[in-house]
């Protein structure tokens, strides 16, 4: 058949329009929406015919599916619920860990209406989102402070380049690691202007190889839990006290990246220890960050606790930040 005749056979915009089951969308999408759906999928249709790909007059029944099926696309939650058949219980690809009902009654509760959450109510002025759970996350860590950004990455580039712009940040190279793809210790390095530091090897780093490599440049020693590997066989790293106590002899800060987050003892549940938030602060460490939502059944955040002197330049550092961009 000639080309031109299929291209005229094809149903127009006002008749497509008067379809109940598309004329419904408009309510939702707006008139504009709706019809910019129809006329690209119109478009669809007429380059497949002059590119050959259909030979015969689209079948009006079809075209109409075909434009319900964009519309209802565009209109439902893209997010879905799914089984998770993978083994792993907390799957950083299907929502991490839950939120427990009690909690999302308490947030519904919350969030439907207004709260104090920037205002202080004893006070009777402007208040700090942060005060509803520093307290609390002080207290359950043992840390002096605590604040929460958009996510662990996030976390781990405020806490490099508010203290280690600049500088250079020590990192053993068993713990380069890279997680999702998207973050990579190195890579977040140069992000956040600090100049990374490698020291040790991928099986073996020694307290020696940090010391060796501290100079007037180091603005800080940096520990990264290995989420997501293991090295196993002829392997040494090296615990954080004594990290703490080398960066308190040359008076660098000592930070982790703890990934998860753990903080009940896995071995009361039959697993193998993990580090946990608690032991990091006894330790020394001078700031901790974790994932709000990985183990912990929290929204999406990324928590740091530790020192009170280091979380205030942390605070001022993502206040200057957030107004400059
Ligand atoms: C998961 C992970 C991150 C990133 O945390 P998000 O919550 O996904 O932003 C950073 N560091 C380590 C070691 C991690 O395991």
Known sequence: MDKRVIL???????????????????????????????RNVLEQVRSEIIEEKTESVPDEKYLKERIRKQLDKLTEPDMKKVINATGTILHTNLGRAP????????????????????????????????????????????????????????????????????????????????????????????QSGTVLKEVGTTNKTHLEDYEKAISEETGMILKVHTSNYKIVGFTESVEMDQLTALGKKYGIPVLADLGSGVLLPMEAYGLPHEPTVQEMIQAGADLVS???????????AGIIVGKKKYMDILKKASIDESVTN
């Open 99 to 190: 939120i427990s009902q009690e909690h999302i009654r308490q947030l519904l509760y919350m969030v439907s209406g207004y709260s104090n959450l920037e205002y202080d109510l004893e006070e009777g002025h402007r208040g700090e989102r942060y005060s509803h759970f520093d307290e609390l996350l002080c207290r359950l860590t043992g840390a002096e402070a605590a604040m929460a950004v958009n996510n662990n990455a996030a976390a781990v580039l405020l806490m490099l380049s508010a203290l280690g712009r600049e500088k250079e940040a020590i990192v053993s190279r068993g713990e380069l690691v890279e997680i999702g793809g998207k973050f990579r210790i190195p890579d977040v390095m140069e």
């Open 8 to 38: 005229r056979s094809i149903p127009n915009m006002n008749e497509l329009l008067e379809d109940e089951k598309i004329h419904k969308f408009q309510e939702q999408l707006g008139s504009e929406q709706l019809k910019k759906v129809i």
């Open 290 to 300: 974790f994932s709000g939502d990985k183990l912990l059944g929290g929204p999406q």
